[in-house]
């Protein structure tokens, strides 16, 4: 085991060709996990279709392994004495790895273009559940019967999977999918039947740092989330908080420790994951039937992380992609002072620096490290050095690292509107990457569009220079639509893609109309349009911004006069165009201009934004910017005019709740091109508000 996770690791050095090597040379359970990560990190890094059918067979091969390794362990086992003083049953390290088959295999069904593999990968999700479920039972019933959950009342031991609607079924329970259409490959050896292997730790005399386990409890509403009592008590790395880590006693046995880090990564990616799915997928999760919670994931991967094993960089690079990335999209989080303080669902900068400083000295050569290294930057608002980190971090043994690495900087590219590198960028990750090119050719022309304006208005006029960029942008804009459809994610096409398509139709018909070239039918900047959708303004100082202001003129367009005024009196032109203007404004700190602009957009009539090109997603945003606008002033000190602390109060309350209408309305709107990359920001308010209501004594259930 302990030589199959040392090639494993190799990967998050950069290295993945010497982990595979290494691993071919094994044949056990183990190295069949870590040839099945290989290929896995190759498929969720690239998007690669053919990739991710191997690793399909790679994890169904490594499942089918692991299973006959568990009976075959289960049944040596046998009635062996000090079998009740085991923390994990006979066999729980192979049920281990096959959990993280499933999940894996889920994760790739998920992604994959068929919607019967992406049904097949929730009800893997769902198994994968049910088989740690039984593993940290089993830890915790180890712990009550040593009295070491003394104090811990009965809803503290009780199986998490009380988060699956279908409740706790028995080891061979799968009466609840009977009603599926397909045959899962491994029904004859469910997932939930771990009860009877291993011979890990044996117990010894409980120490203090033993009985601290208890204070992390299974159950969703009872995990040690930092109450109002703990708020001076900064989070760091060593929080008590967690569970013992890999030097506590209870961990002395390797496989204890795999066992233990590799549960809690796994849960803790679950948890997390199905808890960012945004409100207009929900009907998806009712395959699965269960919910996740975001504190509780970001607990477990925490703890995960503090093991030096594969199963601790994996909880590591979650942790990081989930701070330096997916929060990165989100407006709505708590304030510096009170993640401090211990609010778990803001971004903790010192504590993810900590991480990344750790990651970085067990992996001296990881360009996924360095990457992250970037992005931290970045979501600091020091794009100038995150991409000096990025362009040294550009040959990566990993050509799925690379394309990570080069997809940011053609972001960053765009976000200081460095136009002529954007272009080459992003035109570059059609080379290294298969996601979507329709996309990255896409927003290479919106670049190449910008020089043509620069070069249009320029004092000194190049006709050269102006045809060359004119050409260019409308061969990339004609380019991405061709190429549009080629992926999907469940069998239907990537919302991108179909925005991009609309969006160029769209264009195709106003030049038709208005008898312009297609590069001059263009009305509001597509650069503003993509730096707004990717949450740009987050990341851009002042100089950044105001070069944003002047992108977003009408004055910027290059259609004559008479066809300029017809695209500006255009509703939903409007409204993108003030959206964007309005997100500018609020990050440069002029909340008065953002909330007129907004209110204009709100203004305007609903039926104005159906149509087969327009531009739907702008109301729902307008809706959302506008409990940004509402939560600015609950953080933000300065803006309150309160005679009294009773005041004061009742001032934040009707505050948080104009928040929560808002996020209410976007919720609940119809379907929209851009309802998933709109709804995750507002599921991630959500939860802040939850915490938010919580602390102050406000929730309601």
Request: charged share 25%; aromatic share 8%; net charge negative.
């Amino acid at each position: 085991m302990e030589d199959a996770m040392a090639g494993a690791s190799m990967i998050m050095n950069d290295d993945i060709d010497g982990a595979e090597e290494r691993l071919r040379k094994g044949d056990s359970a183990f190295h069949h996990l870590g040839i099945g990560v290989c290929v896995f990190m190759k498929s969720i890094l690239g998007f690669e279709k053919a990739i991710m059918v191997e690793a399909s067979n790679r994890l169904y091969d490594c499942e089918n392994a692991a299973w006959n390794e568990m009976k075959k362990a289960q049944k040596e086992a046998g009635s062996a004495a000090g079998a009740e003083d085991r923390i994990y049953p006979p066999g729980s390290e192979y049920a281990l790895v096959i959990a993280d088959s499933q999940l894996m295999s889920a994760v790739v069904g998920v992604l994959h273009e068929s919607l019967t593999e992406g049904i097949k990968g929730f009800y893997k999700l769902r198994k994968a559940y049910i088989t740690l479920d039984g593993i940290m039972q089993a830890e915790t019933a180890y712990l009550k019967k040593k009295g070491l959950h003394s104090n811990s009342s009965k809803e503290q031991i009780a199986s998490s999977s009380n988060s699956i609607s279908t409740g706790r079924g028995g080891a061979n329970d799968d009466t609840d999918d009977t009603d599926l259409e397909f045959v899962d490959a491994d029904e004859t050896h469910p997932g939930a039947q771990t009860t009877t292997n291993y011979e890990g730790h044996l117990a010894g005399k409980p120490n203090s740092l033993e009985k601290k386990i208890g204070q992390l409890s299974l159950d969703t509403d009872t995990t040690p989330r930092p109450s109002a009592e703990k708020v001076g008590t900064p989070v760091s790395l060593s929080s008590q908080s967690l569970n013992p880590g890999p030097d506590s006693e209870i961990f002395n046995n390797p496989i204890d420790a795999f066992v233990h880090s590799g549960v809690y990564m796994c849960f803790g990616c679950l948890l997390l994951i199905i808890s960012m799915v945004p409100p207009t997928f929900s009907r998806l999760l009712s395959i699965v039937g269960f919910r996740g919670d975001r504190e509780r994931g970001v607990h477990m991967l925490w703890q995960s992380s503090r093991f030096d094993n594969i199963n601790g960089a994996v909880a590591g690079l979650m942790l990081l992609a989930y701070y330096n990335g997916l929060l990165s999209l989100a407006d709505i989080l708590p304030s510096e002072e009170d993640v401090k303080k211990g609010a778990v669902v803001g971004y903790p900068k010192e504590r993810c620096s900590a991480l990344l400083t750790q990651m970085c000295q067990r992996y001296p050569d990881g360009g996924l490290w360095r990457f992250e290294q970037a992005r931290v930057l970045g979501n600091s608002r020091d794009l100038h050095g995150a991409l000096k980190i990025l362009k040294s971090n550009t040959n990566s043994k990993m050509r799925q690292v690379s394309a990570l690495n080069n997809f940011e900087m053609a972001l960053d590219s765009m976000y200081i509107h460095d136009y002529p590198d954007m272009r080459e960028n992003f035109l570059r990750c059609i080379e290294l990457n298969d996601w979507s090119h329709a996309l990255y050719y896409y927003i290479a022309g919106c670049a190449e569009l910008e020089n043509y304006r620069n070069a249009f208005h320029a004092e000194k006029k190049d006709d050269t220079q102006i045809q060359l960029h004119k050409k260019k942008a409308d061969e990339l804009f004609r380019k991405a639509p061709t190429v549009a459809g080629k992926k999907r994610f469940l069998a239907r096409p990537l919302p991108f893609e179909q925005f991009v398509a609309r969006k160029i139709q769209k264009w195709e018909d106003r030049s038709k109309e208005l008898g312009i070239d297609l590069v001059d039918a263009v009305g509001v900047s597509p650069v503003e349009e993509m730096i707004y959708l990717w949450n740009g303004p987050k990341k851009m100082q002042s100089p950044e911004l105001e070069m944003s202001e002047k992108a977003l003129s009408w004055g910027r367009m290059t259609a004559p006069e008479e066809a300029r005024h017809k695209i500006k009196a255009e509703i939903d032109e409007q409204a993108v165009r003030d959206v964007c203007r309005a997100a500018v404004a609020r990050s440069l700190g002029h909340f008065d201009q953002a909330r007129e602009l907004l209110d204009s957009v709100l203004a305007m009539d609903k039926l104005a934004f159906k149509g087969a090109t327009k531009d739907d997603y702008a109301l729902p945003a307008a809706n959302y910017e506008m409990a940004v606008l509402a939560w600015a002033e609950v953080q933000k000190p300065g803006l309150r005019r309160m005679a009294s602390k009773a005041d004061e109060e009742d001032w934040l309350r009707e505050k948080t709740e104009e928040c929560q209408s808002w996020l209410d309305k976007v919720a609940k709107w119809e379907a929209f091109v851009l309802d998933a990359r709109i709804g995750m920001r507002v599921q991630t308010a959500m939860d802040t508000l939850r915490w938010y209501k919580r602390e102050r004594g406000w929730a309601t259930a």
